[in-house]
């Protein structure tokens, strides 16, 4: 891959993590560059490929403040919002769909090609 070190899947050495094990020891890289490369070989495709980091000199993950806290709330209840009928339905409205389910399947929104 080129003048990072590169290894097999599962054969890193001690001392270097992905992102999320990072994450999982409550790391993160912090502003490090990448450090080395673990490859995974699949036939007849490209090969996996995942970013390793030194975990020596990671940093902790940064405490969630207040605000962060409000703005990704507020950011999630916007993602659960239909936009056509405006209310919060609990769940994440499809991207695809564009509104949620009930509001799609209603005559006006909806294609049938039964007639």
């Known amino acids: ?3 990072l070190p590169e290894y097999r899947w599962r054969l890193a ?3 270097y993590a992905t992102r999320r ?3 999982a020891m ?3 890289p912090g502003g490090q560059d990448v450090a080395a490369v673990v490859c995974r070989p ?4 490209e090969p996996l490929v995942a970013y390793l980091y ?3 000199r990671a940093r902790p ?3 969630m403040t207040p605000g962060r806290r409000a703005a990704l709330a507020k950011a999630m209840a916007a993602r659960r919002t239909c936009p056509n009928c405006r ?4 769940y994440c409205i499809p991207r695809s769909l564009g509104m949620c389910v009930p509001c799609y399947d209603t005559p006006p929104h909806r294609k049938d090609t039964t007639s």
Request: hydrophobic fraction near 25%; aromatic fraction near 0%.
């Open 61 to 63: 993950v940064r405490p």
């Open 87 to 90: 209310t919060d339905r609990g």
């Open 1 to 3: 891959m080129g003048a």
């Open 13 to 15: 050495p001690d001392g």
């Open 21 to 23: 094990q990072l994450r």
């Open 42 to 45: 699949r036939r007849r495709r």
């Open 26 to 28: 409550g790391l993160r």
């Open 54 to 56: 030194r975990i020596d």
